[in-house]
């Protein structure tokens, strides 16, 4: 990067730090320390909301998956409106109405302590894994920049967020929150009007479309039923609705945002903005990746996205091998790219054979270029079994810092790393409370004073921050981080979800019933997620029925045994 990229990340980040830690300054108690003192207004909400969910990986991931796969993934996010109506109908208003700090608290009024303390546990786990995800993403970012191993820049990334949430707690993860997210959309705008600029002078915004949709990557609504296709409409609307009612309605890390909320319909007016602005947002993600697409059918792209990986592998033995699969790689490129101008020029002059032909050599030419990456792939292992062969995350990395103009490629990877900085400071903030709250206040210490419960908290912070780094450590080897975090939530969210609505919805159920449930439910979609029975977010839709079946079973088996009447 440039100096005045660097001046520009550097700013960026000291600014949202200082003025997180400015407007969180004061925090006295663990009331303000864990919920804001709950007065923030509906926008503060929503923005706050929207960068929990908005991670590095999302900006980093989201790219890279609609570049190899097409649109498809955005049907993940048509569940998000629904269950918006459905939290602002029920979970919200119980939440504000019982003045709790964390959702598991409700259950331990509803069932028990061991329901609380198992769906507190479940959440602990989850959420702690998955952050660790998060922060290896912008760390992505300064090992491709330096050039040094994501270890060390993980370290950093990490202690960076640490340092903030320990100080400022919930208030200065929202307030920055705030500002990263209005940061975030200026430069998504930006950046999107940069790709279409750096293509081809007769290749506009349509065409690059027409081209990107020829070869498979438009296909934005996939309507076939199939359990095994991850993104289809019925996924997204069904699986995908269950896992968002979870996330939203269970995770800590989002209840602690709109439970910030000044009222109840200051969070619900937050939620429901959500709802309306997440699905454009990813949309618009998603078509940077398809439009990066297009720009790499005019301008040869490298043969490995990660440079660290490809440079190991230029300083090997293998550099003969490599360099023969590169050239192999460049005259694929050349005729693939004749194809694009024949491509284009058909669609020109509406020519429909020709815009059969040119499609069909396209995708040969396309096939052929993943065959010589699959070769070089191999090598990387052949020359370190340890070599991450996954170069998803760093394709629009990539194009960002190779192609666009002096300082704003500062700003976009500053974006980001804000965008890290915001979901992971939730994250934390939200394990630190659960912890807290659902164990150490319960279990450990029932009647000690606000600065206790304070500094409790703030220690809570490093030991899950310290947790998620180590975490961190190993999430190079997962693949794909966007769908690898919804992936590890769908094998749990479903059982949360299920306990919930049994709470909620059917008052004859009692906690030793529900508890059972709960926990025969997890044990068979893990085994149904482990040996991939059916596409991931279906675990959600499976999880939170069984959870219901299983407790009625439950509820009526132990009423025969004791004789007793179900709970009412």
Request: aromatic share 12%.
């Amino acid at each position: 990067m440039s100096s005045l990229d660097w001046a520009i990340l550097l700013l960026t980040l000291v600014v949202i730090i200082v003025y997180g830690v400015y407007k969180s300054r004061g925090e006295k108690d663990i009331h303000g320390y864990l919920l804001g003192s709950q007065s923030l207004p509906w926008y503060h909400v929503c923005l706050s909301v929207m960068a929990t969910q908005a991670s590095a990986i999302t900006f980093l991931s989201a790219p890279g998956l609609a570049y190899s796969s097409g649109m498809s993934f955005v049907q993940f996010y048509f569940g998000v409106p629904l269950a918006m109506i459905v939290l602002c109908i029920t979970f919200v208003p119980i939440f504000h109405r019982l003045k709790v700090y964390t959702a598991y608290e409700y259950l331990e009024q509803r069932f028990d302590v061991k329901t609380r303390a198992l769906t507190a546990f479940l959440f602990l786990i989850q959420r702690g894994l998955s952050t660790g995800i998060t922060i290896y993403a912008p760390s992505i970012i300064l090992s491709t920049i330096l050039n040094i191993n994501t270890t060390y820049t993980t370290l950093f990334i990490g202690c960076l967020v640490v340092f903030y949430t320990v100080y400022g707690g919930t208030k200065a993860v929202s307030y920055t929150q705030m500002l990263q997210m209005s940061i975030i959309f200026c430069g998504l705008f930006a950046a999107g009007a940069m790709v279409v600029h750096l293509l081809p002078a007769d290749i506009g915004f349509v065409k690059a479309i027409s081209i990107a949709g020829k070869m498979g990557r438009t296909n934005a609504i996939d309507l076939t039923f199939d359990l095994n296709n991850k993104y289809t409409l019925w996924t997204g609307l069904l699986g995908g609705f269950f896992l968002q009612l979870s996330y939203f309605g269970t995770d800590q890390s989002q209840v602690g945002r709109y439970l910030s909320g000044a009222s109840t319909d200051q969070s619900r007016l937050g939620l429901l903005m959500n709802g309306l602005v997440k699905i454009p947002m990813q949309f618009l993600i998603l078509l940077i990746g398809i439009l990066v697409f297009a720009f790499y059918q005019y301008n040869k792209p490298p043969v490995f996205f990660n440079s660290f990986e490809l440079n190991k592998l230029e300083k090997s033995r293998y550099k003969p091998q490599l360099d023969q699969l590169k050239l192999q790689y460049e005259h694929i490129h050349e005729e693939k790219e004749s194809a694009v101008n024949r491509m284009s020029k058909a669609l020109d002059a509406n020519d429909t054979a020709q815009i059969s032909a040119g499609r069909s050599a396209l995708q040969l030419a396309d096939q052929r270029e993943k065959t010589v990456k699959k070769q070089v792939t191999d090598l990387m292992l052949e020359n370190d079994k340890h070599a991450n062969t996954d170069d998803n995350n760093y394709i629009f990395l990539s194009f960002v810092t190779q192609y666009l103009p002096k300082g704003l490629v500062g700003l976009l990877i500053a974006i980001i790393f804000l965008a890290s900085m915001g979901s992971t400071a939730s994250a934390l903030n939200s394990l630190a409370s659960t912890t807290v709250i659902d164990i150490y206040k319960r279990f450990v210490h029932k009647d000690g004073s606000d600065m206790r419960y304070l500094q409790a908290s703030r220690l809570a912070t490093v030991f899950w921050g310290v947790v998620c780094i180590i975490m961190a450590l190993y999430a190079g080897k997962i693949g794909n981080l966007l769908e690898a975090v919804n992936i590890l939530g769908s094998y749990i969210y479903g059982t949360i979800l299920g306990v919930f609505l049994v709470a909620f919805y059917i008052k004859q159920i009692g906690a030793r019933a529900v508890f059972t449930g709960a926990i025969l439910t997890q044990l068979v979609v893990t085994a149904l997620g482990w040996h991939e029975v059916v596409a991931y977010l279906w675990l959600n839709v499976i999880g939170c029925a069984l959870v219901i079946l299983f407790s009625l079973a439950a509820e009526l088996f132990l009423h025969k045994k004791t004789g007793t009447r179900p709970v009412s």
